[in-house]
């Protein structure tokens, strides 16, 4: 698993810097000897390249954040994607079945272009509309009890990706789920979730194997209300449950339990930081596998 950080305004800034002092060498020229401009217009011939290759490692993925395309925008996670990537000064769209922002969303949602489809539909024209012309596709998609989560997690997301390989998206986001749950031992409960996600990344992992991020979030808590399907916790609730599972008796405790115990002893996500990761993804601050709580915590914390 791997995570990568790309402070692109300060190689900028290296890269400026230097080519402040080139420019100062040219101007200065003006006033020197004929032997001394020639020693000068050496000098600026070396500091050229070098302020180029100084800047040009860390600026190369510090992108403009473009046009970004959001499955499941009108979910849970997915609102909060849309509006941080608004936040960022992105173009965005939205692809869910309900077709726009749930009620009560602030003046953001004005600005995201906001679609009714199915990513499933027959010949997948909802599907292309929402993800044309897209530098990343974010995926928020997911379902768990829904009598069929095999395709609810799988057949969706396996879409997602064949539509954003075939826009010649750059990046791919994906919001999967702990490889805890696997190791669960409730198969017979999570059977058809677990066999889903893992079909959703491994299309990930086949397409854009250097150009994406998943994201493996234990539990993931917010808003207002509580819900028993699909399972939420309301915000104020589940940040005391990750401020006490994130201490060090309970982390111990869950590093030496296995199966479902350690799964439930696993800090939760705010929906807001798996948001923030996800949009670190969706304009190149961040790739690989974020397989943990504290990797999504540091990942949503560079945003």
Known sequence: RSTAWVPGPVGAGRAAADAGLAEAAID???AESPASQRRQALLVGLLSPLAAVAGAPLAASAEAPGRVAVLGGSGFVGRRICEQLVAAGAEVVSLSRSGGPPPGTGAWASKVQWLKGDV??????DLAAAVAGADAVVSSI?????GDDARGNG?????AVAAATSAQAKRFVLVSASSQVAKSGLDAVFGGYIEGKRRAEAAVAAQFPASSLVLQ???IYGGEDFS???????????SKVEGLLDTGLFRGLAAATPGFFKL???PPNSAEEVA???VAGALGQASGTLADHDEIKAAAAKR
């Open 217 to 219: 979030p234990t539990f």
């Open 155 to 159: 057949a969706t997301n396996e879409a």
């Open 276 to 278: 923030a990761a996800a």
């Open 264 to 266: 439930a002893l696993s």
């Open 228 to 238: 028993a399907t699909p399972p939420r916790v309301a915000g104020w609730y589940g």
């Open 120 to 125: 499933l539909a027959p010949g997948g024209s």
């Open 28 to 30: 200065a020229t003006a």
């Open 142 to 146: 997911g379902s768990i009890g829904s």
